[in-house]
């Protein structure tokens, strides 16, 4: 799980990210407001703040240095660009591909039982 924070003065801002199963959640003050999958290389989230006023939320890769990198934007005005380096897409990855193994190997001894 990826997680983006950012604190306006009213609100705080949450985008998490799972790369396992593509889902992107939006969280305003701790309550969800944007939800959706994401199997792409880049997403988009647009909601309103506490305040009414719009906000944007985008997500991509970039290629060259293989960053998750978070773009907030208030009134179509860059806010900030938050970025997760590769080391923590690495772990990520390493992670799911344990489990993945680790499945495959458990449900393989089941088969061998049976």
Aim: hydrophobic residues 40%; proline residues 3%.
């Amino acid at each position: 799980m990826i997680s983006f924070k950012y604190d306006f003065t009213q609100d705080v801002v949450e985008l998490q990210a799972s790369d396992w199963c593509g889902l992107e959640q939006v969280f305003v003050n701790g309550k969800r407001v944007s939800r959706k999958l994401n199997f792409g290389p880049k997403s988009e989230h647009q909601i309103k703040l506490h305040d009414g006023k719009p906000c944007k939320f985008q997500l991509f890769i970039d290629p060259n240095s293989e960053q998750m990198i978070c773009r907030i934007y208030k009134h179509n005005r860059l806010i900030t660009s938050i970025k997760q380096g590769k080391q923590n897409l690495l772990q990520s990855r390493q992670l799911l591909q344990g489990l993945v193994f680790f499945i495959a190997v458990c449900s393989l001894g089941m088969l061998l039982l049976v």
